[in-house]
């Protein structure tokens, strides 16, 4: 199994950005799928996450209302949208997959993407 994120950069503060996680070596509708970020010198923190069909999403508080977490099952790919970054966005954004999360556990990751965003 393997999950490639990519979409990060160097931003404004307002502009907008959209990750990308394409997975392979696993059928993703089987698949619950999450977005998380770490800053630098902060512990991982979950973002969003998106059930088997993309019928049920949830997101942290700090992001509701400016990302969008979606998935394409057809193209193996899952996707964050986001919208009016803030500075306080800036983190390694790391896409992970699982068949059933336990208590947020995902058992695989991908290799992280940077998303920097200047105030």
């Known amino acids: 199994v393997q999950l490639q994120a990519s979409g990060g950069g160097l931003v404004q503060a307002g502009d907008s950005l959209r990750l990308s996680c394409a997975a392979s070596g696993l059928t993703l509708s089987m698949y619950y799928m999450g977005w998380f970020r770490q800053a630098p010198g902060k512990e991982r923190e979950f973002v969003a996450d998106i059930s088997w069909s993309g019928s049920s999403t949830s997101y942290v508080d700090s992001v509701k209302g400016r990302f969008t977490i979606s998935r394409d099952n057809a193209k193996n790919t899952m996707n964050l949208q986001m919208h009016s970054l803030k500075p306080e966005d800036t983190a390694v954004y790391y896409c992970?997959?699982?068949?059933?999360?336990?208590?947020?556990?995902?058992?695989?990751w991908g290799q992280g993407t940077e998303v920097t965003v200047s105030s």
């Open positions: 992970a997959a699982d068949r059933v999360p336990t208590s947020g556990v995902y058992h695989y």
